[in-house]
């Protein structure tokens, strides 16, 4: 349906915002949506092996790559799909080199851009923070056994419930606690391997959208 309105049209005749809004209306949502049905079927699958894992936040570190790949399939798609739909309708929806150089050199600008593909990681961000559930099993047993008995006396002693109380906000906050002083570290020490990386994802898109698709 979508080929046929780009080749039965006169685009040409319709103004360029009008041409923009038919792409993002009616052409990236569908594209986009397939992605995601992807990536929540991934996460699904994942989520319900690592149920049955011994270390199910293995799990959400493979959902996590998954989506990193997801994530680069659906701009190449989209490079593509958008790529088509210039050549099929004559002029184009969106001109692909100007917006590469918009986003090389203004990326603060495009933040609609990003937001869109982004989507498909909503899914893995969900299953990630549920394995996080996970890191209270880095407890050993004797602490998690005494906090079972103070919870099983809890409803008996009112000094067991207070002991009960702080045992499971210990279980969960201080293994989130050194999750968020390792992720902080690792931000601090590792971020300009982050920007690298999301650089080399910039160039991995404008090779494809310059060599295998022709866009640029």
Not at 5 to 12: E, G, K
Not at 100 to 120: D, R
Not at 153 to 170: I, N, P, V, Y
Request: positive net charge; glycine residues 6%; aromatic residues 14%.
């Amino acid at each position: 349906m979508i080929i046929f309105f780009a080749i039965a049209i006169d685009w040409s005749t319709i103004p360029k915002g009008r041409r923009s809004l038919f792409l993002f209306l009616a052409v990236l949502p569908l594209l986009n949506a397939l992605f995601d049905v992807i990536s929540y079927a991934a996460t699904l699958s994942l989520t319900r092996r690592g149920l049955q894992a011994r270390l199910p936040i293995l799990y959400g570190l493979a959902d996590l790559v998954l989506a990193c790949v997801l994530f680069l399939a659906l701009g190449a798609t989209l490079v593509a799909a958008i790529h088509a739909l210039n050549l099929l309708a004559g002029v184009p929806f969106i001109d692909l080199p100007a917006l590469f150089e918009g986003v090389t050199s203004t990326p603060g600008a495009y933040f609609w851009l990003y937001a869109m593909p982004f989507s498909t990681i909503l899914p893995t961000a969900l299953h990630f923070s549920l394995r996080l559930l996970g890191l209270q099993g880095i407890w050993p047993r004797a602490p998690r056994r005494r906090g079972a008995l103070w919870i099983e006396a809890a409803d008996r002693s009112a000094l067991h419930a207070f002991w009960a109380s702080f045992a499971l906000g210990m279980i969960w906050a201080l293994p989130l606690a050194a999750l968020c002083v390792f992720l902080w570290a690792l931000w601090w020490f590792a971020a300009p391997g982050v920007i690298w990386l999301l650089s080399r994802y910039l160039d991995a898109l404008i090779w494809i959208a310059a060599n295998p698709v022709g866009a640029i």
